[in-house]
Nanobody, 121 residues
Framework: QVQLVESGGGLVQPGGSLRLSCAAS????????MGWYRQVPGKQRELAAT???????NYAASVEGRFTISRDNAKNIVYLQMNSLKPEDTAVYYC???????????????WGQGIQVTVSS
């Protein structure tokens, strides 16, 4: 069983910073691309940032220059450093990872349970 567990969300004032973490645990053979998505009520989930195992990154235009995604391959953890936060960044943030479990011979997609980030004064 593979799980993704997010941490680090909360309430922050506009212009502030937060760091999200997501740890993948369980019977993992290998982890490929990991990323963060976000969703507000009534809207579709959207990409925030992704990072490949080799460190190549991709950002949504709305967060480019403010958010930084990174990962620790040895620990199967992905981070999202969010700076200069704006009220429009308020959303539930979901961790996503492409993982090959030890019990499978193919890549499966996993999601975390989501963590609230609220940017408000």
């Amino acid at each position: 069983q593979v799980q993704l567990v997010e941490s680090g969300g909360g309430l922050v004032q506009p212009g502030g910073s937060l760091r999200l973490s997501c740890a993948a645990s369980g019977s993992i053979y290998a982890t490929s691309t990991m990323g963060w998505y976000r969703q507000v009520p009534g809207k579709q989930r959207e990409l925030a940032a992704t990072i490949t195992r080799g460190g190549s990154t991709n950002y949504a235009a709305s967060v480019e220059g403010r958010f930084t995604i990174s990962r620790d391959n040895a620990k199967n953890i992905v981070y999202l450093q969010m700076n200069s936060l704006k009220p429009e960044d308020t959303a539930v943030y979901y961790c996503n990872a492409d993982i090959i479990p030890r019990t499978e011979s193919r890549v499966l997609e996993y999601w975390g349970q989501g963590i609230q980030v609220t940017v408000s004064s």
